[in-house]
Protein backbone atom coordinates (compact mmCIF):
# COMPACT_ATOMS: atom_id res chain seq x y z
CA UNK A 1 0.00 0.00 0.00
CA UNK A 2 1.01 3.57 -0.93
CA UNK A 3 1.16 6.60 1.74
CA UNK A 4 1.61 9.80 0.46
CA UNK A 5 3.43 12.12 3.37
CA UNK A 6 3.00 15.70 3.18
CA UNK A 7 4.91 18.81 5.22
CA UNK A 8 3.08 21.95 4.40
CA UNK A 9 5.21 25.17 4.92
CA UNK A 10 3.85 28.79 4.07
CA UNK A 11 5.32 28.97 0.90
CA UNK A 12 6.21 25.06 0.44
CA UNK A 13 4.94 21.83 0.33
CA UNK A 14 7.58 18.81 1.11
CA UNK A 15 6.32 15.20 0.00
CA UNK A 16 6.92 11.66 -0.23
CA UNK A 17 5.64 8.57 -1.52
CA UNK A 18 6.47 5.67 0.54
CA UNK A 19 5.77 1.85 -0.55
CA UNK A 20 4.11 1.30 3.18
CA UNK A 21 5.05 -2.93 2.33
CA UNK A 22 8.65 -1.98 1.85
CA UNK A 23 9.15 1.21 3.41
CA UNK A 24 11.21 2.08 0.18
CA UNK A 25 10.69 5.57 -0.81
CA UNK A 26 9.10 5.54 -4.61
CA UNK A 27 9.17 9.50 -5.06
CA UNK A 28 9.67 12.27 -3.04
CA UNK A 29 10.33 16.30 -3.92
CA UNK A 30 9.03 19.46 -2.77
CA UNK A 31 6.91 23.10 -4.03
CA UNK A 32 8.84 26.14 -3.47
CA UNK A 33 7.17 29.10 -3.59
CA UNK A 34 3.94 28.40 -3.31
CA UNK A 35 1.60 31.92 -3.92
CA UNK A 36 4.43 33.79 -5.19
CA UNK A 37 4.71 34.76 -8.80
CA UNK A 38 7.28 31.85 -9.94
CA UNK A 39 6.90 28.69 -8.43
CA UNK A 40 8.81 25.19 -8.95
CA UNK A 41 8.28 21.81 -8.26
CA UNK A 42 11.48 19.47 -7.71
CA UNK A 43 10.31 16.06 -8.09
CA UNK A 44 12.36 12.64 -8.02
CA UNK A 45 10.53 9.77 -9.03
CA UNK A 46 11.47 7.43 -12.02
CA UNK A 47 13.15 10.30 -13.35
CA UNK A 48 14.60 13.72 -11.58
CA UNK A 49 12.60 16.82 -12.95
CA UNK A 50 12.01 20.14 -12.03
CA UNK A 51 8.22 22.21 -13.48
CA UNK A 52 7.78 25.94 -13.32
CA UNK A 53 3.99 26.21 -12.64
CA UNK A 54 1.66 28.79 -11.09
CA UNK A 55 1.35 27.97 -8.02
CA UNK A 56 -1.23 30.42 -6.48
CA UNK A 57 -2.04 28.28 -3.25
CA UNK A 58 -1.37 24.60 -1.60
CA UNK A 59 -4.52 23.57 -3.65
CA UNK A 60 -2.71 24.02 -7.16
CA UNK A 61 0.74 22.63 -5.60
CA UNK A 62 -1.23 19.42 -4.46
CA UNK A 63 -2.66 18.80 -7.95
CA UNK A 64 1.04 19.49 -9.36
CA UNK A 65 2.58 16.67 -7.18
CA UNK A 66 -0.01 14.40 -8.05
CA UNK A 67 0.52 15.00 -11.48
CA UNK A 68 3.71 14.43 -11.15
CA UNK A 69 3.56 10.89 -9.44
CA UNK A 70 1.32 9.50 -12.29
CA UNK A 71 3.01 11.13 -15.26
CA UNK A 72 3.86 8.49 -17.96
CA UNK A 73 7.46 10.33 -18.22
CA UNK A 74 8.92 10.58 -14.24
CA UNK A 75 5.98 8.73 -12.22
CA UNK A 76 5.98 6.33 -10.07
CA UNK A 77 1.90 4.90 -9.77
CA UNK A 78 -0.50 4.39 -12.67
CA UNK A 79 -3.46 6.41 -11.19
CA UNK A 80 -4.01 8.13 -7.68
CA UNK A 81 -6.49 5.20 -6.68
CA UNK A 82 -2.87 3.83 -5.71
CA UNK A 83 -2.68 6.46 -3.00
CA UNK A 84 -4.35 4.65 -0.05
CA UNK A 85 -3.93 7.29 2.20
CA UNK A 86 -2.28 11.10 3.29
CA UNK A 87 -0.62 11.56 6.67
CA UNK A 88 0.65 15.11 7.68
CA UNK A 89 3.52 16.56 9.56
CA UNK A 90 1.14 18.75 12.17
CA UNK A 91 3.71 20.95 14.73
CA UNK A 92 0.97 21.31 17.85
CA UNK A 93 -1.72 19.07 19.38
CA UNK A 94 -2.26 21.20 22.31
CA UNK A 95 -3.64 19.09 24.99
CA UNK A 96 -6.61 18.09 22.83
CA UNK A 97 -4.58 14.54 21.22
CA UNK A 98 -2.39 12.58 23.01
CA UNK A 99 -1.87 10.30 18.96
CA UNK A 100 -1.65 10.86 15.78
CA UNK A 101 -5.64 11.07 14.68
CA UNK A 102 -7.43 10.47 11.63
CA UNK A 103 -9.12 14.03 10.02
CA UNK A 104 -12.53 14.66 10.24
CA UNK A 105 -14.80 17.87 10.65
CA UNK A 106 -14.56 16.99 14.49
CA UNK A 107 -10.72 16.86 14.56
CA UNK A 108 -10.04 19.74 12.06
CA UNK A 109 -11.68 21.93 14.06
CA UNK A 110 -9.79 20.80 17.31
CA UNK A 111 -6.06 21.56 15.23
CA UNK A 112 -7.66 24.79 13.92
CA UNK A 113 -8.28 25.92 17.98
CA UNK A 114 -4.47 25.16 18.77
CA UNK A 115 -3.25 27.65 15.98
CA UNK A 116 -2.00 30.39 18.67
CA UNK A 117 0.18 27.73 20.08
CA UNK A 118 2.14 27.40 16.70
CA UNK A 119 1.11 30.33 14.80
CA UNK A 120 4.06 30.19 12.52
CA UNK A 121 3.59 26.60 11.03
CA UNK A 122 -0.14 25.64 12.09
CA UNK A 123 -1.96 27.72 9.38
CA UNK A 124 0.40 26.27 6.76
CA UNK A 125 -0.16 22.45 8.07
CA UNK A 126 -4.05 22.90 8.15
CA UNK A 127 -3.75 24.60 4.33
CA UNK A 128 -1.81 21.21 3.32
CA UNK A 129 -4.80 19.01 5.33
CA UNK A 130 -7.44 21.20 3.61
CA UNK A 131 -5.95 21.06 0.16
CA UNK A 132 -5.65 17.62 0.19
CA UNK A 133 -9.40 16.70 1.38
CA UNK A 134 -10.04 19.05 -1.68
CA UNK A 135 -8.18 17.22 -3.96
CA UNK A 136 -8.22 13.74 -3.00
CA UNK A 137 -11.88 13.51 -1.27
CA UNK A 138 -11.65 10.25 -1.10
CA UNK A 139 -8.50 9.10 0.80
CA UNK A 140 -8.64 9.03 4.05
CA UNK A 141 -6.29 12.33 5.92
CA UNK A 142 -4.28 11.54 9.26
CA UNK A 143 -2.85 14.37 11.27
CA UNK A 144 1.05 12.91 12.99
CA UNK A 145 1.81 15.56 15.54
CA UNK A 146 5.54 17.17 16.46
CA UNK A 147 4.55 17.08 19.90
CA UNK A 148 2.20 13.72 20.83
CA UNK A 149 5.04 11.79 21.99
CA UNK A 150 5.73 13.88 24.68
CA UNK A 151 2.37 13.39 26.22
CA UNK A 152 3.39 10.85 28.22
CA UNK A 153 5.44 13.65 30.34
CA UNK A 154 4.20 13.73 34.09
CA UNK A 155 2.64 16.86 35.05
CA UNK A 156 5.45 17.84 37.26
CA UNK A 157 8.00 17.70 34.03
CA UNK A 158 5.72 19.81 31.70
CA UNK A 159 4.34 22.37 34.46
CA UNK A 160 6.01 25.66 34.60
CA UNK A 161 5.96 27.21 38.19
CA UNK A 162 3.03 29.65 37.15
CA UNK A 163 -0.12 30.54 38.29
CA UNK A 164 -2.53 27.19 37.87
CA UNK A 165 -5.37 29.15 36.40
CA UNK A 166 -3.10 30.59 33.86
CA UNK A 167 -1.97 27.56 32.87
CA UNK A 168 -5.80 26.51 32.47
CA UNK A 169 -6.73 29.51 30.90
CA UNK A 170 -3.79 29.82 28.14
CA UNK A 171 -1.88 26.25 28.12
CA UNK A 172 1.07 27.48 28.82
CA UNK A 173 3.15 24.35 29.69
CA UNK A 174 6.30 22.81 28.36
CA UNK A 175 5.06 20.53 25.09
CA UNK A 176 8.30 19.24 23.56
CA UNK A 177 9.02 19.09 19.52
CA UNK A 178 10.65 16.86 17.04
CA UNK A 179 7.96 14.44 18.55
CA UNK A 180 8.49 11.92 15.38
CA UNK A 181 12.29 11.96 15.10
CA UNK A 182 12.46 10.63 19.34
CA UNK A 183 9.65 8.18 18.37
CA UNK A 184 11.15 6.50 15.66
CA UNK A 185 14.47 6.54 17.21
CA UNK A 186 13.22 5.03 20.56
CA UNK A 187 11.93 2.14 18.62
CA UNK A 188 14.97 1.53 16.47
CA UNK A 189 16.64 1.68 19.98
CA UNK A 190 14.88 -1.26 21.05
CA UNK A 191 14.68 -3.27 18.17
CA UNK A 192 18.59 -3.00 18.52
CA UNK A 193 19.00 -3.19 22.14
CA UNK A 194 16.29 -6.66 21.78
CA UNK A 195 14.10 -5.44 24.25
CA UNK A 196 11.35 -2.60 25.11
CA UNK A 197 12.31 -2.09 28.54
CA UNK A 198 15.30 0.10 28.88
CA UNK A 199 16.05 3.75 30.05
CA UNK A 200 17.61 5.69 26.81
CA UNK A 201 18.42 9.65 26.08
CA UNK A 202 17.43 10.55 22.38
CA UNK A 203 19.73 13.03 20.95
CA UNK A 204 17.95 14.78 17.95
CA UNK A 205 20.83 17.13 16.84
CA UNK A 206 20.67 19.95 14.26
CA UNK A 207 19.95 23.33 13.71
CA UNK A 208 17.18 22.69 15.93
CA UNK A 209 18.28 20.26 18.77
CA UNK A 210 16.35 18.83 21.83
CA UNK A 211 17.13 15.71 23.79
CA UNK A 212 14.12 13.50 24.81
CA UNK A 213 14.55 10.86 28.31
CA UNK A 214 12.77 7.96 27.77
CA UNK A 215 11.74 5.10 29.69
CA UNK A 216 10.35 1.81 28.39
CA UNK A 217 9.66 3.58 24.90
CA UNK A 218 7.92 6.60 27.04
CA UNK A 219 8.43 9.90 27.12
CA UNK A 220 9.08 11.63 30.36
CA UNK A 221 10.83 14.37 29.58
CA UNK A 222 12.40 16.78 27.41
CA UNK A 223 14.34 20.04 26.38
CA UNK A 224 12.08 21.74 24.12
CA UNK A 225 9.00 23.73 26.03
CA UNK A 226 6.18 25.84 25.03
CA UNK A 227 8.15 26.57 22.07
CA UNK A 228 11.21 25.25 20.06
CA UNK A 229 13.13 28.11 22.07
CA UNK A 230 13.73 26.40 25.37
CA UNK A 231 16.40 23.94 25.95
CA UNK A 232 19.77 23.32 23.98
CA UNK A 233 21.52 26.47 22.09
CA UNK A 234 21.08 25.49 18.72
CA UNK A 235 21.81 27.42 15.41
CA UNK A 236 20.30 30.40 15.77
CA UNK A 237 18.27 29.81 18.82
CA UNK A 238 19.52 30.91 22.36
CA UNK A 239 18.27 27.96 24.06
CA UNK A 240 17.29 28.07 28.14
CA UNK A 241 18.30 32.11 29.18
CA UNK A 242 16.98 34.45 32.14
CA UNK A 243 13.73 35.68 31.30
CA UNK A 244 14.96 38.81 33.21
CA UNK A 245 17.94 39.27 31.16
CA UNK A 246 15.57 39.55 28.00
CA UNK A 247 14.03 42.64 29.38
CA UNK A 248 17.19 44.21 30.24
CA UNK A 249 18.37 43.61 26.39
CA UNK A 250 15.01 45.01 25.25
CA UNK A 251 15.67 48.12 27.21
CA UNK A 252 19.51 47.78 26.41
CA UNK A 253 18.99 47.47 22.36
CA UNK A 254 15.21 49.52 22.24
CA UNK A 255 13.70 46.55 21.18
CA UNK A 256 9.87 45.31 21.30
CA UNK A 257 8.51 41.65 22.15
CA UNK A 258 8.34 40.89 18.36
CA UNK A 259 11.83 42.06 18.02
CA UNK A 260 12.92 40.47 20.58
CA UNK A 261 11.31 36.97 19.95
CA UNK A 262 13.23 37.39 16.47
CA UNK A 263 16.63 37.63 17.98
CA UNK A 264 16.29 34.70 20.43
CA UNK A 265 15.17 32.67 17.86
CA UNK A 266 17.28 34.08 14.93
CA UNK A 267 20.38 35.97 15.73
CA UNK A 268 21.66 33.90 18.99
CA UNK A 269 22.89 30.07 19.38
CA UNK A 270 26.01 29.19 17.78
CA UNK A 271 25.45 31.84 15.20
CA UNK A 272 25.31 34.73 17.90
CA UNK A 273 28.39 33.36 20.07
CA UNK A 274 30.54 31.41 17.99
CA UNK A 275 30.29 34.53 14.90
CA UNK A 276 31.14 32.12 11.90
CA UNK A 277 27.56 30.74 11.03
CA UNK A 278 24.95 28.63 12.29
CA UNK A 279 26.31 25.42 10.51
CA UNK A 280 28.24 23.30 12.32
CA UNK A 281 30.34 22.35 9.37
CA UNK A 282 31.89 25.44 9.86
CA UNK A 283 32.27 25.80 13.30
CA UNK A 284 34.22 22.84 13.46
CA UNK A 285 36.26 24.23 10.63
CA UNK A 286 36.76 27.54 13.15
CA UNK A 287 37.29 25.25 15.94
CA UNK A 288 40.57 23.73 14.34
CA UNK A 289 41.41 26.62 13.06
CA UNK A 290 41.96 28.21 16.63
CA UNK A 291 38.54 30.56 16.49
CA UNK A 292 38.39 31.58 20.24
CA UNK A 293 34.94 32.23 19.63
CA UNK A 294 33.98 28.96 17.84
CA UNK A 295 35.54 26.94 20.24
CA UNK A 296 33.90 28.64 22.70
CA UNK A 297 30.26 27.96 20.79
CA UNK A 298 31.23 23.99 20.70
CA UNK A 299 31.90 23.95 24.43
CA UNK A 300 28.92 25.35 24.99
CA UNK A 301 26.92 23.29 22.54
CA UNK A 302 27.94 20.06 23.88
CA UNK A 303 28.20 21.51 27.58
CA UNK A 304 24.31 21.81 27.75
CA UNK A 305 23.66 18.44 25.86
CA UNK A 306 25.97 16.64 28.17
CA UNK A 307 24.09 18.29 31.38
CA UNK A 308 20.93 17.67 29.92
CA UNK A 309 22.48 13.53 29.82
CA UNK A 310 22.92 13.53 33.34
CA UNK A 311 20.00 15.65 34.74
CA UNK A 312 17.85 12.76 32.57
CA UNK A 313 19.80 9.96 33.96
CA UNK A 314 18.92 11.12 37.30
CA UNK A 315 15.17 11.80 36.30
CA UNK A 316 15.15 7.76 35.00
CA UNK A 317 17.21 6.79 37.88
CA UNK A 318 19.58 5.14 35.28
CA UNK A 319 21.03 5.00 31.82
CA UNK A 320 21.18 2.42 29.55
CA UNK A 321 21.48 4.30 26.22
CA UNK A 322 22.54 7.47 24.29
CA UNK A 323 21.45 7.54 20.93
CA UNK A 324 22.75 10.65 18.51
CA UNK A 325 20.85 11.28 15.81
CA UNK A 326 20.18 14.98 13.16
CA UNK A 327 22.60 16.21 11.12
CA UNK A 328 25.16 17.21 13.43
CA UNK A 329 24.49 14.03 15.44
CA UNK A 330 24.82 11.64 13.02
CA UNK A 331 28.43 13.53 10.96
CA UNK A 332 29.98 15.68 13.94
CA UNK A 333 32.29 13.09 15.56
CA UNK A 334 33.80 16.51 17.88
CA UNK A 335 30.06 17.04 18.91
CA UNK A 336 29.73 13.44 19.96
CA UNK A 337 33.05 13.15 21.84
CA UNK A 338 32.67 16.05 23.82
CA UNK A 339 29.25 14.81 24.96
CA UNK A 340 30.02 11.54 26.84
CA UNK A 341 33.70 13.00 27.91
CA UNK A 342 33.37 12.45 31.41
CA UNK A 343 30.09 10.05 31.63
CA UNK A 344 32.43 7.22 32.51
CA UNK A 345 31.22 7.19 36.12
CA UNK A 346 27.35 6.01 34.16
CA UNK A 347 29.68 2.88 33.46
CA UNK A 348 29.89 4.29 29.70
CA UNK A 349 33.21 3.31 27.88
CA UNK A 350 33.60 4.64 24.85
CA UNK A 351 35.52 3.79 21.57
CA UNK A 352 36.77 7.24 21.10
CA UNK A 353 38.82 6.02 17.62
CA UNK A 354 35.55 4.80 15.56
CA UNK A 355 34.37 7.87 16.79
CA UNK A 356 35.96 9.81 14.26
CA UNK A 357 35.68 7.38 11.43
CA UNK A 358 32.24 5.33 11.91
CA UNK A 359 30.45 3.57 9.21
CA UNK A 360 27.71 5.11 7.57
CA UNK A 361 24.20 4.43 8.85
CA UNK A 362 23.21 2.27 12.45
CA UNK A 363 26.90 2.28 14.29
CA UNK A 364 27.46 1.39 17.54
CA UNK A 365 29.96 3.47 19.45
CA UNK A 366 30.51 1.69 22.72
CA UNK A 367 33.07 -1.09 23.45
CA UNK A 368 31.53 -4.52 24.68
CA UNK A 369 32.11 -3.63 28.34
CA UNK A 370 30.32 -0.27 28.32
CA UNK A 371 27.39 -0.87 30.74
CA UNK A 372 25.73 2.31 28.65
CA UNK A 373 25.07 1.76 25.02
CA UNK A 374 26.14 4.77 22.54
CA UNK A 375 24.83 4.71 19.00
CA UNK A 376 24.72 6.97 15.72
CA UNK A 377 21.21 6.18 14.39
CA UNK A 378 19.77 8.23 11.08
CA UNK A 379 15.93 9.21 11.81
CA UNK A 380 13.33 8.57 9.63
CA UNK A 381 10.36 11.05 9.95
CA UNK A 382 8.97 10.76 6.88
CA UNK A 383 8.46 6.89 7.63
CA UNK A 384 6.77 7.28 11.10
CA UNK A 385 4.21 9.38 9.49
CA UNK A 386 3.64 6.32 6.96
CA UNK A 387 3.24 4.32 9.95
CA UNK A 388 0.67 6.20 12.30
CA UNK A 389 -1.16 6.65 8.71
CA UNK A 390 -1.31 3.01 8.22
CA UNK A 391 -2.04 2.43 11.76
CA UNK A 392 -5.10 5.06 11.62
CA UNK A 393 -6.00 4.79 7.99
Known sequence: MKILVINAGSSSLKYQLIETDTEAVLAKGVCERIGQETSLL???????VEISAKMPTHKEAITLVLNALVDKDHGVIASMDE?????HRVLHSGEDFKDSVKVTPETLAKIESNIDLGPLHMPANIMGIKACMEVMPSAPQVAVFDTTFHSTMPQYAYMYAIPYDDYKQFKVRKYGFHGTSHLFIAGETARLMGKKDFKMVSCHLGNGASLCAIVNGKCIDTTMGFTPLEGLLMGTR????????IEYLMDKKGMDIHQALNYLNKECGVLGVGGVGSDFRDLEKGVKDGNERAILAMDMFCYRVKKYVGAYAAAMGGLDAIVFTGGIGEHEAIVRRKVVEGLEFLGLDFNYEYNENPDDGITELSTDKSKVKVYILPTNEELVIARETLRLK
Open 42 to 48: KHKGSKN
Open 238 to 245: SGDIDPAA
Open 83 to 87: IVAVG
